[in-house]
């Protein structure tokens, strides 16, 4: 048996669009009211990256287990490595924050935005793909960026930064405003210059570096970013206006731009 169909019928529909923009692309930490009323604590998922256990000093595993012998909504783990408590009632909510203040954590929200923005991946030693450290190499490299960005004023702007131990990219870094992919044991190709909500990707702007390095190149390209940024315009966007060249792509750093 032989079937026809029309093609012209299934050209009536328009095509569908290739990405849908939600609006938020930003976590919203702290505590916040959602539409239907509910109260929404949100945390980062751990320090640096998505992970929920007891460190010393940092019991985050212990707190949410009280907390949830109590709560009566959802936990919910985002994209970006956090972890909501929500639909938190107005009875539940003093004794959440009392739990996450006996455990030291109710500051947990007031961080640079580069570490509220951080991405990385397992890598070594739990991953067998790994050439290069991602999580943990994630605290000491927010630490060396930190003391940048804080010499110049931006502690509290939001920069994507993203590691990960090899080109798969878990942890999404070729949507990072700064974005680092392992090579080798302390090497990483560092690509600039995406755009925050996602919808550009980086470029590559150097092939092979150490983090100690990628420190010291963007220091003054940093610099520049807190004097000469137009209105409102990402570190990302900063980048792929000011400092990429114009023929800089994913896998070619281009011909260099004069200073
Ligand atoms: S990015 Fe590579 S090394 Fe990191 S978790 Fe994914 S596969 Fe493993």
Redesign the pocket.
Known sequence: MVFFFSCAAAMAFPPAPHYTLYGIVRDQVGQRVTAEGAEVVLLRGSAEIGRIVDKEGWPMKTALREIAEIHTGDFRLTPSQNLSISGVTAEQKPHIEAILAKHGLDKENDRSGLRLNALS???LPT?G??LAE?ERALPETLEKFEAVLDENGLRHDAISIRI???P????RPYLGEIGFV?KAPNKYALYLGARYDGTRLNRLFSPSTTIDGAVEMLRPIIKRYALERQSGEGFGDFCDRVILPADATFHSVGTPVAA
Request: with cysteine.
């Open positions: 991946r397992v890598a991953c793909l790994a991602s990960t131990g090899c798969n990219g878990c942890a392992g």
